[in-house]
């Protein structure tokens, strides 16, 4: 099965700046997803990304505040801009492959 | 909307115990379910999953049967191992056959003991 992995596994960064996240596949999948699991609770879907087109966002997401890119089809990042406390989570990307999503490890984000 | 409701936890049993944890689901069409397990300090990983009515999923002595009647898809192991200590999500998918846009369950956090 593929490989998917994250940059940076984590980090803890200050308030008001921004994080860009990356997330790399070793083989071309079409649709790649970015999650929040916010301390202690469930994966809420942020957005699909699509190589080629706007990324979709979820209820209660903007892509002002979670731009996406996808250059093309092993690969995307999810920036975190203008950050708050209330960011920090564990952010993972994933994609789906034979019926299944796969998931990246996370990037443990930490704004203080 | 679809939705996934899971026992809460934490749940904590001891070693070679029979462990249950309830998931139950609502959702529109014929969606996939799936039992996701995260290891402490660790991302993410398909433990099993079940894509039609009758379905049983199973690994690593872990199983899940998907029940159209009931809406449920509750995870069973026969004896936990202390290994087993982790946070288990159920989830279904939105599209009917495909695993896109999950819908995750809060988690079941469970630890084995000694």
């Known amino acids: 099965s593929a490989v998917i992995s994250q940059k940076p596994s984590r980090d803890i960064c200050q308030r008001g700046t921004s994080l860009t996240i990356q997330c790399q596949v070793d083989?071309?999948?079409?649709?790649m997803f970015w999650y929040r699991q916010q301390p202690g609770q469930s994966l809420t879907l942020i957005a699909t990304a699509n190589q080629g087109s706007e990324a979709t966002y979820e209820s209660g997401f903007v892509i002002d505040k979670f731009p996406i890119s996808r250059p093309n089809l092993t690969f995307s990042t999810l920036t975190v801009s203008n950050m708050s406390p209330e960011d920090s989570s564990i952010y993972l990307c994933?994609?789906?492959?034979?019926?299944?999503?796969?998931f990246g490890p996370g990037t443990r984000l930490l704004v203080l | 909307g679809n939705s996934v409701t899971q026992m809460e936890g934490p749940v904590t049993l001891s070693e070679e115990a029979f462990l249950t944890i309830n998931c139950t689901y609502t959702?529109?069409?014929?969606?996939?379910l799936f039992w996701y397990v995260q290891y402490p300090g660790e991302g993410l990983q398909l433990l099993l999953k079940?894509?039609?009515?009758?379905d049983k999923g199973s690994n690593k002595g872990f199983e899940a049967t998907y029940r159209k009647e009931t809406t449920s898809f509750h995870l069973e192991k026969g004896s936990v191992q202390v290994s087993d200590s982790a946070v288990y999500f159920c989830?279904?998918?939105?599209?009917?056959?495909?695993?896109?846009?999950?819908?995750f369950g809060s988690g079941t956090q469970l630890t084995v003991l000694p």
């Open positions: 989830a279904l998918s939105r599209s009917s056959g495909s695993a896109r846009q999950l819908t």
């Open positions: 079940a894509t039609k009515a009758d």
């Open positions: 083989s071309q999948v079409t649709m």
């Open positions: 994933s994609f789906t492959g034979s019926g299944t999503q796969y």
């Open positions: 959702a529109t069409g014929y969606p996939s």
